[in-house]
């Protein structure tokens, strides 16, 4: 299941599990323009919702991407390092970010799912 924050930030699990995977959305790489590199997180590194977890820069513009629910990163995307341009050409599959074990799922029950997302981005 993915979920999404107003912070054009994506996360998903599975029902039951802790770990997750987080990214950038559509909405969002396409509001940066092309991404020419991402500072990702350090893997044991522990952050409470709403922290800056990684920094995206575009030609345009560097963003904060802020990890949408409590945890500890586990990994993160090597390919993504090697090319940053994965987060424009597939932000939803090949350009993740970093994976989380969350420390406090029923966070994760507060984020938009994706008709209340697609909503919200299409005012934004």
Do not use: C
């Amino acid at each position: 299941m993915r979920k999404f924050t107003s912070d054009h930030v994506w996360i998903q699990h599975e029902d039951g599990a802790s770990h997750a995977v987080v990214g950038i959305t559509v909405h969002a790489q396409e509001a940066l323009g092309d991404v020419v590199f991402v500072e990702l997180p350090e893997i044991g590194k522990a952050f409470a919702k709403g922290d800056v977890a990684a920094v995206v820069e575009s030609v345009k513009a560097a963003a904060d991407v802020y990890i949408p629910v409590s945890g500890t990163v586990t990994g993160i995307n090597p390919a993504l390092r090697d090319d940053p341009a994965l987060a424009n050409t597939a932000p939803l599959e090949a350009g993740w970010f970093f994976t989380i074990d969350m420390q406090n799922p029923a966070e994760f029950e507060t984020l938009m799912d994706d008709a209340a997302y697609d909503a919200f981005s299409a005012s934004a």
